[in-house]
């Protein structure tokens, strides 16, 4: 689509038709000025000229009046000087010239009463330039005729000469305008087409490519800035996309894996039937973990794409807590746990009762799993605290245990999706609990923190204070 | 039409006319076979608009609809078959499984909300507790199992003349169990019916729950009521079966 030629390319570019448009803008306002401003000049100069031949014919007329037309011939006779800018016509009733440097009654004015511009030749002499004069009739008497008139012929090279160096003038304004144009074009398309060049490099696969700042601070640099956040935020999608990908290959492929091992067990085996049909129950178990798995995924993908927030209701955010750790106070029990609950009804928070109670389960299901075995270890009870608090920051739930807790090394990386420790590799579970919590945090505009107990973990989901009001 | 406005009141035992509105052919024949098996009869529907004609025609007790069908979309035969007064329950299956999908697929008219994929025994389980409810809801105040009684009115459970104390959940978790007395309840619908939640819970929570619960109706005595169906859930019955 992009003609090969620069030319072409500048002419073709929105800078370029800018200018353009400027400079013919700005050309057709100077000429209207200058039109005017021309215009008004002539217009003075002429009526100045005409004033003065009113005044000479008045003065003319009283001479003839006074003489009669002797005394109008010899006073017409003085003033008509070969080369001065006066010019006079005067003529007899049978329209023969009596007084005058004009050859001839000039056509132009025979026929008008208030007189006119005219040309005429000095002396009459053919081949001569012929000259600008203006001149008005002075009505005599007897029929006899008297034009009185001036050179205007400077007048006339005057608006020549200003008329060319306008033209001039306009021809090198527009050059420059044009040229102007021109060469912003080619700056801003210089690096209009780096950006194009590291986008289609982009394009093609390369996302770790920037687009290079000129570092003017203009609004070129701005998109750079704005195009080069926009590249950091999709690298990082793409990443945890990969991320993602390579655990659903590893976290949902091994459980697959097992499941068609233990169908395939289960076929070979020569025991017949009641191999069968453990083979059976264990490939159904397999694949109930899996969809477990799958769920999980399905909802923390549709948690971080927001796809759930028209589902809020009101709900006491203290009693959910409560009743979701009564859930599993039986559990802890079992375990030799004591589950410590310490929220009282309230707030009232509009959120998902569904996601919010799931999240306090997970964390308290977590909890209970990885703290009993340190009481079991030890033979000793240990407790689970459950709580929930309102600060101005933020309306926090927390769930404590004493368990082994979490190296503060590794307390951002269990949030993300499959991230297992290598401490709980054993224990059941899908690797998603935490970072199912994490999304229904961020769904409510919330944050999830992981906290060192002294001795073990504490975690921390806390929901904005505006879910209260 | 003179069926549609004639509930039929499911027994534990009794044979059961289900319709399954359901696409996919795999799917349907194996609903229809295992219905089968478990002393029912089914028809299958599909596409929407066959489904929805044999919904209006024929006596069903229960039905099952798919979400995404052709021609007429499961929400859409629902709606049609409530806007027409036919109150059939409906048991809806969704490949779709979020809280959203289940309020809407509840709002359109169903009655029940399964996500695919689903245990057969979990969707049988469903399907009996939806046929067998009372419409409209029916006001028992007593439910008697054997010489197990629980007034709901004074909120007392009694075995062999002998008053049982139970929490409140406990409580609510015998009334649900008692209201649907033959029939096998799973921990899924325990924990959506009693606890009023739609997620998995991860550990098996209501098994200690349920223990607990029978620890104090059954312990006491010869005969055990409360049951537990392998791979299933729950049952709570009279007699041994």
């Known amino acids: 689509m992009a003609p090969a030629n620069p030319l072409s390319r500048a002419v073709s570019t929105t800078a370029f038709r800018l200018a353009a448009v400027t400079v013919a803008v700005y050309l057709i306002c100077a000429g209207l000025i200058v039109g005017l401003l021309f215009w008004q000049t002539n217009r003075i100069l002429t009526n100045q000229v005409l004033l003065t031949l009113h005044s000479e014919a008045q003065l003319l007329e009283a001479v003839a009046q006074a003489g009669g037309l002797p005394a109008l011939a010899r006073a017409v006779e003085a003033r008509s000087q070969p080369d001065g800018l006066g010019l006079y016509y005067l003529a007899s009733s049978a329209d023969a010239k009596i007084a005058g440097n004009l050859s001839r009654l000039p056509p132009e004015i025979a026929s008008s009463k208030s007189g006119g511009v005219f040309r005429y030749t000095k002396g009459g002499k053919a081949g001569e330039n012929a000259r600008l004069g203006v001149a008005i009739p002075v009505a005599l008497k007897g029929g006899a005729r008297l034009i009185v008139g001036r050179d205007i012929e400077e007048q006339r090279h005057f608006a020549d000469e200003m008329g060319r160096v306008f033209l001039i003038g306009f021809g090198l304004l527009s050059l420059a305008g044009l040229a102007g144009g021109f060469v912003i074009s080619r700056i801003v398309l210089k690096r209009i087409e780096a950006i194009n060049i590291a986008s289609r490099s982009i394009m093609h696969g390369d996302l770790s490519q920037r687009v290079a700042l000129s570092g003017s601070g203009d609004e070129l640099d701005d998109l750079a800035i704005n195009l080069n956040a926009m590249l950091d935020r999709i690298e990082a999608l793409m990443n945890g996309l990969r991320e993602v990908s390579d655990n659903i290959a590893h976290d949902l492929k091994t459980p697959l894996n097992r499941l068609r091992n233990s169908a395939e067990a289960a076929l070979r085996d020569p025991t017949g039937e009641e191999a069968c049909r453990r083979g059976l129950e264990n490939t159904i178990e397999e694949a109930d973990e899996l969809i477990k798995t799958f769920n999980g995924l399905l909802l923390i993908a549709r948690l971080e794409a927001g796809a759930l927030e028209d589902s809020a209701e009101r709900f006491d955010l203290g009693r959910v807590v409560r009743d979701v750790a009564e859930l599993y106070e039986p559990v802890a029990e079992e375990r030799q746990l004591k589950l410590e609950i310490d929220a009282t009804d309230g707030p009232a928070v509009t959120a998902n009762r569904q996601l919010v109670g799931q999240a306090v389960a997970n964390l308290i299901d977590n909890a209970i799993k990885y703290s009993a075995h340190v009481a079991e270890a030890h033979n000793t009870s240990s407790e689970v605290n459950v709580s929930v608090t309102t600060l101005d920051e933020g309306i926090e739930i927390s769930v404590a245990d004493r368990g082994p807790g979490i190296a503060s090394a590794d307390r951002e990386r269990v949030l993300r999706r499959f991230v297992r420790l290598e401490k709980s590799r054993t224990e059941s579970g899908t690797g998603l609990g935490l970072s199912l919590v994490q999304a229904v945090a961020r769904l409510h505009g919330g944050s999830v923190r992981l906290e060192d107990n002294e001795p073990g973990l504490r975690v921390v989901l806390t929901l904005p204070r505006r879910l209260a009001e | ?241």
């Open chain 2, 1 to 241: 039409m003179l069926t549609s406005n004639y509930i039929r009141t499911w027994q534990a035992g009794e044979l059961m006319r289900v319709l399954v509105i359901e696409d996919d052919r795999e799917t349907a024949q194996f609903l229809q076979k295992a219905l089968k098996e478990s002393g029912h009869s089914a028809d299958i529907a599909e596409d929407g608009e066959v489904g929805l004609g044999l919904a209006e025609e024929g006596s069903y007790d229960v039905l099952i609809v798919d979400r995404m069908l052709p021609r007429l979309d499961g929400l859409s035969v629902i709606k049609e078959l409530r806007s027409k007064g036919l109150r059939t329950p409906v048991l809806i299956l969704s490949a779709l499984g979020d809280v959203d999908d289940r309020v809407k697929g509840l709002r359109a008219g169903s009655d029940d909300y399964l996500t695919k994929p689903y245990a057969y025994s979990e969707l049988l389980a469903r399907v009996e507790a939806l046929a067998r409810r009372p419409v409209p809801e029916e006001q028992e105040t007593r439910y008697i199992v054997g010489d197990l009684v629980l007034d709901r009115l004074s909120h007392r459970v009694i075995r062999d003349g002998e008053t049982i104390q139970l929490q409140p959940r406990e409580y609510r978790l015998l009334e649900y169990l008692m209201k649907h007395a033959g029939q096998v309840v799973t921990r899924t619908m325990l924990l959506e019916h009693v606890w009023d939640y739609h997620f998995d819970p991860q550990t098996n929570v209501i098994d200690v729950h349920v223990s607990r619960l029978r620890a104090k109706i059954d312990k006491n005595f010869d005969k055990p009521l409360l049951h537990t169906v392998r791979g299933a859930g729950y049952t709570i019955r009279d007699g041994a079966g």
